[in-house]
């Protein structure tokens, strides 16, 4: 007669077991958390499953899990939170350390070694960008090699104060880091928390935002429009705009993003992923503009991953 076989009340056997205890959190004031939707309606002990969003200024802006609720009388419900398949936290492939000598000997990743070495992030920075461009015409773009000199460059990017292009390069490669790493390795761990700093330097979601748009905008200047370096700050743009509410925008940039991204690239695969996210969030919100944005965003996604208008 254990909790497992007869389920943690109210809720029943089968809801406590694909799902975990959860103890609710502070969900109200502008910072806080609201639940969207209403399916999978259990008979057994009528709970149903609701997805949580992170708000702010209650506007939804990052999904934050589902969750099986069993309302108690006025605002108050019991939660419990669902265990979904660990997609994300599956360690795509084994990280195998091959090696790689001829593109660990040329001059430009030896001098990048030797200036990270000597603590000279700023001098390492532009070799390592040189041995990255040789890497990716030889190797995946996620592949273990190239990811870890992708941190260096974004680690350097960082170290000089370029934090707006640091935070794109982290939020492209952190998700490549956890598919081939896992989530807990040291070089997924150095890429969250260096992304941390940078925010921390920013200073919230609408000058993150604001510096992107500079950012934009200078390499619109000077950039082919399907340039990667474009493509990827402008990705940051989009997921900056989302977490300050502004979800139209948010949309609007990153189906620029997919639509400019190179199809089949390992990034246009993160790329493609902020897209739906930005369209859960839209959708959950409900307004009449982002939900028709979030629709056309859909059939860009349905495309396959696939060359699109252009
Ligand atoms: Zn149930």
Redesign the pocket.
Known sequence: MTDERRGVYP??A??TAASEAWRTAELTGPMGGRFYGHHDV?E??G?SVRTLYNTVLWVPVSKAGRYRIIPTGGRSYVARRVVDEPVAAVVRREPVAVAHPELDATPEYRLAEACWAESEPGQALPHYQAALAEREQVLAADDPATLRVRLRVAQGLLATANYGRAIAWFELITPQLVAVFGPHHELTRAATEAVTGARLMVGGPRSEALLLTDIVAADIDRLAATDRQLVRDRAALGKALLACGDISDAVEALIQVVRDAVPGHPDTAVYRAALTEACEVAEARGKKRDVQLAGAARQLLSRADAPTSR
């Open positions: 809720f029943c089968p809801c259990c057994n002990c709970s």
